[in-house]
């Protein structure tokens, strides 16, 4: 297992480039299980995750090619599709559950597996059941599997009026990509609005789907007999961009996030703004400037347009060695204070009572080994060492690769002291 070593204590300076989303990458190479003509995605990330999206479509007969240059990737799913995802791939990627979708609308039929992915709750897909239910689907779930097909006497899914008892990203991806091929009107009712939603939805569009109110919580899709093959680029991935601002803003430096989108992370900006960061929206990209010491903030996670679960680690990292005391909830996952314990490791003061972590900030971290526990609190730890004291090793890297590009040569080109140590 692959850990990163880092020698704290240095500023970053430089121009970054933000990659493609990985949370928009892996729905929009489902969504090419939607039709049989070619689609072609550009600016796809190069993630473990998108690997693994990779070898699910594959495995089910899709064609995927990829030109490692540009980021392009071509996508056929035209040729004879067995629809089923096995729990071998979706165990390490709950993300998989976003094949079931697509699948039933397309061939009426799935047997996807039950997801693993992060340790970060008990993230149950009870939703997805109940509104493909709600379009017709007959959905059991067996020996670990959700074997779909569709209700008696249909050739097709139904459009539905679909209001989840939550707010769900994958769950609102899924009935989106489900109902552009339902006969006739769904409606989904508090649906997510995370950029990602809107950028789905703008590739199905140009696939031929008729989609109305993305980006709003209420969606209103007109379902069509057939999609077509489609050039779509991934919206850039706003959590690697926050990652970084989390990262300039605690070792102090100037940055040019290239392809960064200021408007999707607002709720994030506004903190580190108040933190004592400079943080403007420029040509093509978001610029930061930090120096000194800045102040805790105290925010709650929400969904978009709230403060992202997916920032709540890194700004944790950054607050620990701000000045003052905040108070982070975590509203959206249950278990998801796994980092708390490696940060303290390294001379964080925190304290937790249920979803709240109460961070009283200290002058600086103190270098050690720690593990990596999820994908998103492994950056908050690597944002750790780069403001610590002496040599940072993070452990288990491999939860860091599923979600970030490059992440250490990046980090490395903005004058980052940060290698790779391979096993
Ligand atoms: C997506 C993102 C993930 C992000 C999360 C919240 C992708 C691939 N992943 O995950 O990075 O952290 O949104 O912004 O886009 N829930 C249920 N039943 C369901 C579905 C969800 O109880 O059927 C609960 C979950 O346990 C959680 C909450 O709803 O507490 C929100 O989860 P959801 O938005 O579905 O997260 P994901 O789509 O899995």
Do not use: W
């Not at 997801?115 to 059941?129: E, F, T, Y």
């Not at 990509?177 to 939603?197: K, S, V, W």
């Amino acid at each position: 297992m692959d850990r990163l070593s880092i020698r704290g204590g240095r500023p970053l300076n430089g121009v970054v480039p933000i990659s493609g989303a990985k949370n928009a990458a892996l729905p929009e190479l489902c969504a090419c299980l939607l039709t049989a003509q070619a689609v072609t995605l550009e600016n796809v990330p190069r993630l473990q995750d998108v690997a693994t999206m990779f070898k699910l479509i594959r495995n089910m007969g899709v064609k995927v090619e990829r030109n490692d240059v540009d980021g392009v990737v071509s996508v056929n799913a035209g040729g004879l599709i067995t629809p089923e995802a096995p729990y071998d791939l979706v165990k390490t990627m709950r993300a998989s559950v976003l094949a079931l979708g697509p699948l039933l609308a397309r061939f009426g039929r799935a047997r996807v597996s039950l997801p693993g992915g992060c340790a970060i709750g008990s993230r149950p897909v009870d939703q997805h059941i109940i509104g493909l239910t709600a379009m017709g689907a007959e959905i059991v779930v067996e020996h670990g599997y959700m074997i779909a097909k569709l209700g008696q006497g249909l050739t097709r899914l139904q459009g539905a009026r679909i209001a989840t008892d939550m707010v769900t990203v994958t769950g609102t991806e899924n009935f989106l990509m489900a109902a552009t091929l339902a006969q006739g009107e769904t409606i989904l009712e508090n649906a997510a609005q995370e950029p990602e939603i809107g950028d789905l939805a703008e590739m199905l569009i140009a696939m031929g789907a008729k989609i109305e109110g993305h980006g709003t919580s209420h969606i209103r899709v007109e379902g069509v007999d057939s999609l077509h093959g489609c050039r779509h680029r991934v919206v850039a991935d706003r959590i690697e961009a926050g990652t970084f601002l989390c990262a300039v803003a605690a070792t102090g430096g100037d940055v040019l996030l290239t392809n960064g989108r200021a408007d999707h992370l607002e709720a994030v900006i506004e903190k580190l703004r108040s933190a004592g960061a400079s943080v403007t929206a420029v040509d093509g990209g978001i610029r930061i400037q930090s120096s000194g010491r800045l102040k805790a903030q105290s925010f709650r996670t929400t969904e978009y347009p709230g403060f992202p679960t997916d920032m709540q680690a890194q700004f944790m990292a950054l607050n620990c060695v701000s000045s003052g005391s905040a108070t982070v909830t975590e509203t959206i996952f249950e278990n998801r204070f796994m980092h708390v314990n490696e940060l303290v490791r390294l001379g964080a003061r925190i304290q937790i009572d249920g979803r709240i972590a109460v961070i009283e900030g200290v002058e600086k971290f103190s270098g050690a080994t720690i593990m990596a526990t999820d994908l998103r609190a492994s950056a908050g730890l690597v944002i750790a060492g780069l403001v610590g004291d002496g040599d940072t090793v993070v452990d288990r890297v491999y939860h860091l690769d599923r979600g970030y590009d490059q992440m250490e040569s990046k980090l490395r080109a903005l004058g980052a002291d940060i290698e790779r140590i391979r096993t």
